[in-house]
């Protein structure tokens, strides 16, 4: 069969909020700790303990909402969503099915083709996680860490508006971007504050029924998705070409082998047994608290990146990618306030901190040195105090322990050596010692020079400004 095939594809992408602390009671949040250190008899689901919303939740999810033009349901309440499971304390999770805080909403992205599409948000939900279970072949037993238990979740539901891979990451990209600059989230997928469960099924072009869908977890990076989603899409194709029938099933996807298996068959609400959650009070949202919400929602990347366009003459490509992460927009803002020109701190953004963050795996929310330090890092090098290559290197020490770099030139001894006579005298050990080089350069081989400014730059063990030294050179040559 040659039939053409439309892929249609849904997410379910839960954010945990960057509160300090859980969604109904006072535990810490923070990632990393040791397993069951963060724990108390709410979160750990013991008998008699009473939940209490924490407000942060609430308003976080509201702006997100604003951000992503939903409706905001006025007057909300929490479910209980009842299912059996090691991770899950209470053997129910606390949810929002019948009176979601957010409805009917969606973001704009921009296609393959260079247009615009807009994919819808069905809902959003407050929601509190799971612990996690950790599986031990050594000892073939599992262990569960309630840390997480708790922890504050927003899920958002999309329309099944997307249609290729592409989308969806444009889309999540969209989502993480917003999320991030409103501070509601880190969105690090690698530490599982940002998880998207995939919905996906395939249709025959032109065919107004959607296919069956399969739902696939275990999705932790874009490119996990990407694999994911075409993974999926073949193997649907495969069997509806064969004549056999698609599943509708959770799936599991194992990115190291390329392929996903089947985890159980898929529920529907029914069978969660949703009843509204006794023990927390209905959530009424005032016109106040709305107004105020909206009040504090940040400028977002399309207008920042209007406005660095308009105020700093920087190349558009740098625009892209310093708004694309929200620490750095900020960072670069910060040092451009305190004197720094905006190309040169572009500059340094752009090259030496994405080399290091890259080479270090570092994540621009992780990044350590301040504003003031870049800035005066930017100082010493336009008064020519220091060199670019003594910059490069101060500024390394600079992205691991944030020192502040004009007391560490000091400290060190880096200053450029504008001794003219020191320079000279050096200048003149160089030429007598390389004869040839000499020679080369005074037949006509320009290249000649780099080596004699290269050895001089050496016997002042980089202290000095290779400009002069060429000039000196060419002087004395």
């Not at 009842?82 to 704009?108: A, H, M, T």
């Not at 819808?120 to 996680?129: N, T, V």
């Not at 944030?402 to 050096?426: F, M």
Request: glycine fraction near 6%; proline fraction near 4%.
């Amino acid at each position: 069969m040659n039939k053409q095939y439309e892929t249609v594809i849904g997410l379910e992408v839960h954010v945990e909020l960057a509160t300090k602390t859980k969604i109904f009671c006072g535990c810490s949040t923070a990632f990393g700790a040791q397993p069951n250190t963060q724990t108390c008899p709410v979160c750990t689901g013991m008998p008699g303990s009473l939940p209490v919303l924490n407000k942060q939740v609430l308003e976080y999810a509201i702006a997100v909402g604003l951000a992503t033009n939903c409706n905001i349901t006025r007057y909300a309440k929490f479910d209980r969503k009842n299912y059996f499971y090691p991770d899950n304390p209470q053997n129910y999770q606390i949810s929002q099915l019948y009176l979601p805080i957010c409805r009917n909403g969606g973001v704009e992205i921009e296609t393959a083709e260079g247009g615009v599409k807009t994919v819808g948000i069905h809902e959003i939900h407050m929601e509190e996680d799971a612990g996690k279970l950790i599986h031990d072949e050594w000892e073939d037993c599992s262990l569960v860490d309630y840390n997480r238990s708790g922890v504050p979740l927003i899920e958002i539901v999309s329309e099944p508006d997307m249609r290729s891979a592409e989308e969806v990451i444009a889309y999540l990209e969209k989502l993480r971007l917003v999320i991030q600059y409103l501070g509601a989230s880190d969105c690090k997928l690698q530490e599982g504050s940002m998880r998207a469960d995939v919905n996906l099924s395939v249709r025959e072009a032109g065919a107004k029924e959607f296919g069956t869908r399969t739902e696939m977890k275990n999705l932790n990076s874009f490119k996990a998705i990407t694999r994911a989603i075409e993974g999926e899409r073949d193997r649907q194709i495969d069997l509806i070409e064969s004549g056999e029938s698609v599943v509708q099933e959770t799936r599991r996807w194992d990115d190291t082998k390329g392929e996903s298996y089947a985890m159980r068959s898929k529920e529907d609400a029914q069978d969660y047994r949703y009843f509204p959650d006794p023990d927390l009070t209905p959530i009424s949202v005032s016109e106040e608290m709305l107004a105020e919400i909206r009040a504090k929602q940040p400028e977002f990347r399309t207008e920042k990146m209007k406005r660095y366009k308009a105020e700093f003459d920087i190349p558009d490509y740098d625009i892209e990618i310093i708004t694309g992460e929200k620490p750095l927009a900020d960072l670069f803002e910060a040092t451009v306030a305190l004197g720094g020109q905006p190309k040169k701190v572009s500059n340094w953004l752009m090259g030496e901190t994405l080399r290091l963050m890259k080479e270090r795996e570092t994540d621009a929310s992780d990044l350590c040195f301040s504003p003031e330090h870049l800035a005066k890092l930017i100082g010493l090098t336009e008064r020519k105090e220091i060199n670019s290559s003594v910059a490069k290197e101060v500024f390394e020490v600079m992205f691991e322990k944030d020192i502040d770099p004009e007391i560490y030139v000091e400290e060190k001894g880096l200053k450029t050596v504008t001794d003219e006579g020191a320079l000279k005298k050096t200048v003149e050990e160089v030429i007598a010692a390389n004869p040839q080089s000499v020679e080369d350069y005074r037949n006509g081989k320009e290249k000649a020079i780099g080596f004699l400014v290269g050895q001089t730059m050496k016997a002042m063990k980089g202290k000095a400004d290779p400009g002069a030294v060429n000039q000196m050179l060419k002087e004395l040559l």
